[in-house]
């Protein structure tokens, strides 16, 4: 039994230590250039059910840009780490429909992790998602009015999976799924943070559905005490 307890307290320990080793990833993502403008979308203000969920014209969101070029929806990630997936036992990423539209429109996951999809609409709408990378299994749900929560996940990794609805042509999400817990977001202030990235040398990068779909790489190395990794993606 004291054998056995001390076995269990090192594997703590080791555990521990892991934890304390890894460390964040921080930086921001700047826009250089003036995006395009955004978009009105005319049918989802003209139809008689969903254009009473607005006041004003709705536009499209594909650049939310601060004053100083801030960029949010910039997904950035660890580049080639794969296989290190938690998604099974991370919390639910949740989608709305609200106002006919998805909410948010950029999102990212991990492989296998649940997307809840929910409809807090008093309209009928129809979760189709279009997947393109092998493994990804494409779905089509009619989801009525106060209905459950859809759960969806996808199994393999894609950037920008697009989710729309068959009812509602304007309305998209774009749905990044990660093989690993390694990546983030950007907020307004187009700042993001890699939580626990364990030390060693990573290609980093910056995607941004519209202007860097491909991705802007950048090499770091996280140590015990982080890393930093700014980003400035320039609109040709
Ligand atoms: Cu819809």
């Not at 960029?71 to 660890?78: E, K, R």
């Not at 008093?122 to 393109?132: D, E, F, I, K």
């Not at 779905?139 to 989710?163: G, R, T, V, Y």
Request: proline residues 7%; neutral net charge; charged residues 15%.
């Amino acid at each position: 039994m004291k054998l056995k307890s001390s076995l269990v307290c090192a594997a703590g320990i080791l555990t521990l230590t892991q934890v304390l080793s890894a460390a964040d990833i921080t930086g921001t993502v700047t826009l250089k250039g003036t995006p395009p403008a955004e978009k009105t979308i005319d049918p989802l203000k003209a139809d008689p059910t969903c254009g009473k969920f607005h006041t004003e014209n709705p536009t499209t969101h594909f650049y939310t840009v601060g004053a100083g070029g801030e960029l949010a929806d910039a997904i950035v990630m660890l580049k080639g780490v794969t296989g290190k997936s938690t998604g099974a036992a991370a919390q639910p990423q949740v989608i709305d429909q609200k106002g006919c539209l998805y909410s948010p429109q950029i999102v990212a996951v991990q492989t296998g992790q649940k997307i809840l999809v929910k409809n807090s609409d008093p309209v009928l709408h129809n979760v189709h998602t279009t997947p393109t990378a092998a493994g990804n299994s494409e779905q089509n749900q009619a989801q009525m009015p106060a209905s459950p929560d859809l759960s969806i996940s996808f199994s393999a990794p894609e950037n920008f999976l697009k989710f729309k609805c068959d009812v509602h042509p304007w309305m998209f999400a774009w749905v990044t799924v990660v093989d690993s817990p390694y990546f983030a977001v950007t907020g307004k202030d187009g700042k993001f943070t890699i939580k626990d990235v364990p030390p060693g040398k990573y290609t980093v990068t910056a995607l941004h559905r519209k202007a860097s779909p491909a991705g802007l790489d950048k090499q770091i190395e996280v140590t015990s005490s982080g890393a930093s990794a700014d980003f400035t993606i320039e609109l040709k």
